[in-house]
Every structure is written in structure tokens, then in C-alpha cells.
């Protein structure tokens, strides 16, 4: 069965620093996607960033970058120029392809990274 | 905001209680997911609704009966609760159960007295 590890219970960034959450799992599968869920403090969950397996660059989105190493299955996210608004719980996910079916499907989460951004 | 709305969002209830949870997507998808949040453990997938037909039962105990009339509508009924299913119920919608892109809802905080 497929895993997500977050090794970072809680991490803190400096406003307009920079900062790397990290993210590994374990598959046997070669198609599969990645996500990173933000989750603000009493908010609801919303999609950062997606990155599909088969593609080989790197997934962006205005501050938010990956950096998705396939072979040693990691995926971890970074957050340029950090904002107040960033401060959140961040959960990377996995997903295989196809439908819901079974343990197939299903978006596996792991235990999330609370950021914390200093003013 | 995603799109997808629970009512309550809090909710304190007794053990003996039956109380039901609503969730509403304007999306217009046609999958629907119920999923467990508890503190410092991964968000557990409870339930998925394909237009209107429950596909995927994660081993839930069946004092959690799940109900979804229609796409745009998904209801969580509790009942005779335990202290340990106090936890953050989210509700989730994608456009169908092959996307892997899910809209979450804000959560219903439940606490089983």
C-alpha cells in the first residue's frame, strides 16, 4: 500500500523568506499524481499544487514551486517570498490514476506540516 | 471559498444522540467524499459517492450512515457515537471519481460527550 510521510510536524519562515516543506512516499507504481492541500487555521482545505508523474519538469504556481524527485520519491514544496497568509497546515498527497476503487484512487495524505510565517 | 458548504460547522452531541451532517456542492461534479480529520493523524477517507452510488466504504462503523440523494448533496447520519469519533468531518467533491483534484468544505467540528 502506498504511503506519505511529512518528517516536519511544524516548520517557521521569516515574511518574504523563503522556506521547503519535504515530502516522501512509497509506491511500486510508475503513473500516479502529487499534491500539496493547504489548510488555513479554521478554513477550508484548497489545492496548492499538482504534479503529474510522468512529467518531468517541475510543477509552479505564482510563489509555489515542487521539486519532485521521482526516483527517490520525494516531493517537497516551496514557498517563495512567505506571506502572513501562508501560515497554514500543509498535507502532501498521493494519488493513483483511474477511479475510486478499492485502496485504487483514493487521495493518501500524510500527517501535515504546520507553517508558521513571523511578521 | 471552494464551492462546497457543511452544515453545522460545530457540533456537540451526547452518545446516545442522532444528529446528521449536510454538505452541498455548486461544482456541479458528480463524486462526493466524507473524510475523518483527527489531530496528528492522516485524513481518513470514509466514505465516496459516485452519481448518487456509494463506490468505496473504508471500514466505517456502521453507527456512520452516509446518504446522497442527489450530486449536489451528501448527508452523514450519527448515531450512538463514541468519545474517539470526535474529530473534524470534511466533505469533499471532483468532478468525477477518476479526478484527482478535490474540493474541500470547511468541516464540521464534532464532539461526542
Known amino acids: 500500500a502506498q504511503t506519505v510521510t511529512q518528517s516536519q510536524p511544524e516548520m517557521s519562515v521569516q515574511e518574504a523568506e523563503t522556506v521547503t516543506l519535504s515530502c516522501t512516499y512509497d509506491?511500486?507504481?510508475?503513473?500516479?499524481?502529487l499534491f500539496w492541500y493547504k489548510q488555513p487555521p479554521s478554513r477550508q482545505m484548497i489545492l496548492v499544487i499538482r504534479q503529474e508523474a510522468y512529467k518531468q519538469q517541475n510543477a509552479t504556481e505564482n510563489r509555489f514551486s515542487v521539486n519532485f524527485q521521482k526516483a527517490a520519491k520525494s516531493f517537497s514544496l516551496k514557498i517563495s517570498d512567505s506571506q502572513l497568509g501562508d501560515a497554514a497546515m500543509y498535507f502532501c498527497a498521493y494519488r493513483s490514476p483511474g477511479p475510486v476503487r478499492g485502496s485504487q484512487g483514493n487521495l493518501i495524505f500524510g500527517k501535515g506540516t504546520k507553517l508558521s510565517v513571523k511578521p | 471559498e471552494t464551492g462546497v458548504t457543511q452544515t453545522p460547522r460545530h457540533l456537540v452531541m451526547g452518545m446516545t444522540n442522532k444528529k446528521s451532517l449536510k454538505c452541498e456542492q455548486h461544482?456541479?461534479?458528480?463524486?462526493m467524499y466524507w473524510y475523518k480529520q483527527s489531530a496528528k493523524k492522516p485524513l481518513e477517507l470514509m466514505f465516496v459517492?459516485?452519481?448518487?452510488?456509494?463506490?468505496e466504504n473504508n471500514s466505517v462503523p456502521s453507527r456512520f450512515s452516509p446518504e446522497c440523494p442527489n450530486s449536489s448533496h451528501l448527508f452523514l447520519h450519527l448515531h450512538t457515537l463514541q468519545p474517539e469519533d470526535s474529530a473534524l468531518y470534511l466533505c469533499?467533491?471532483?468532478?468525477?471519481?477518476?479526478?484527482?483534484?478535490?474540493?474541500f468544505g470547511p468541516g464540521t467540528r464534532l464532539t461526542v460527550t
Open positions: 459517492y459516485s452519481l448518487e452510488e456509494r463506490v
Open positions: 509506491t511500486s507504481e510508475s503513473d500516479y499524481y
Open positions: 469533499a467533491s471532483s468532478q468525477d471519481i477518476t479526478s484527482g483534484e478535490q474540493y
Open positions: 461544482l456541479g461534479h458528480n463524486a
